[in-house]
T-cell receptor, first 112, second 114 residues
Framework: KAGVTQTPRYLIKTRGQQVTLSCSPI?????VSWYQQTPGQGLQFLFE???????NKGNFPGRFSGRQFSNSRSEMNVSTLELGDSALYLC???????????FGPGTRLTVL | AQSVTQLGSHVSVSEGALVLLRCNYS??????LFWYVQYPNQGLQLLLK??????LVKGINGFEAEFKKSETSFHLTKPSAHMSDAAEYFC????????????FGDGTTLTVKP
């Protein structure tokens, strides 16, 4: 069974731009969560989608948004990028049956 | 609200020595607890999880953890460290059965000396 796929793996943007990251879950997994990982703040929960609906949301500004498609693939978007948005963005998916998350390799975003 | 505290941001052990990584949690409901490992430039891999069954949980790669409610702890141990265990380790708690909204500790970097 293929694992969680995240694209792109690396991204460089400049302040003020926007970016879209993609996550393809393991087949059959309907829940997709997004996390931001930085050296200063650690791993922080952004949001979770289940069956195309946002089920949970973390404490991030509205510049951070996401969506989920009918095939469970998910995208997250960050608008008006700031230097502080530089981070590793991790996607995790779960089947909802065994209470386990499976993480993708992450997208490394650098904002210049 | 839930939170996780990992004591010690860096732990160094010799190869073959006991590994002990500490985690204390706070949760308003019965917790589900997890340990993950992260190697450089990779995502997180689940080592083991506690979901209110046995208090001693065995995971992959020889790791285990014991849930102690009275101490609100979930420390990770391995009897004998290998060089390949060098990585960053995260303890996490989820509120209820949904692991999709987990709160993570700050992580502990494990160094294994030859």
């Amino acid at each position: 069974k293929a694992g969680v796929t995240q694209t792109p793996r690396y991204l460089i943007k400049t302040r003020g731009q926007q970016v879209t990251l993609s996550c393809s879950p393991i087949s059959g997994h309907r829940s997709v969560s997004w996390y931001q990982q930085t050296p200063g703040q650690g791993l922080q929960f952004l949001f979770e989608y289940f069956s195309e609906t946002q089920r949970n949301k973390g404490n991030f500004p509205g510049r951070f948004s996401g969506r989920q498609f009918s095939n469970s693939r998910s995208e997250m978007n960050v608008s008006t990028l700031e230097l502080g948005d530089s981070a590793l963005y991790l996607c995790a998916t779960q089947s909802g049956v065994d209470n386990e998350q499976f993480f993708g390799p992450g997208t490394r975003l650098t904002v210049l | 609200a839930q939170s996780v505290t990992q004591l010690g941001s860096h732990v160094s052990v010799s190869e073959g020595a006991l590994v002990l990584l500490r985690c204390n949690y706070s949760s308003s409901v019965p917790p589900y607890l997890f340990w993950y490992v992260q190697y450089p430039n990779q995502g997180l891999q689940l080592l083991l999880k506690y979901t209110s069954a046995a208090t001693l949980v065995k995971g992959i790669n020889g790791f285990e953890a014991e849930f102690k409610k009275s101490e609100t702890s979930f420390h990770l141990t391995k009897p004998s460290a290998h060089m390949s265990d060098a990585a960053e380790y995260f303890c996490a708690v989820s509120e209820g059965t949904n692991a999709g909204k987990s709160t993570f500790g700050d992580g502990t970097t494990l160094t294994v000396k030859p």
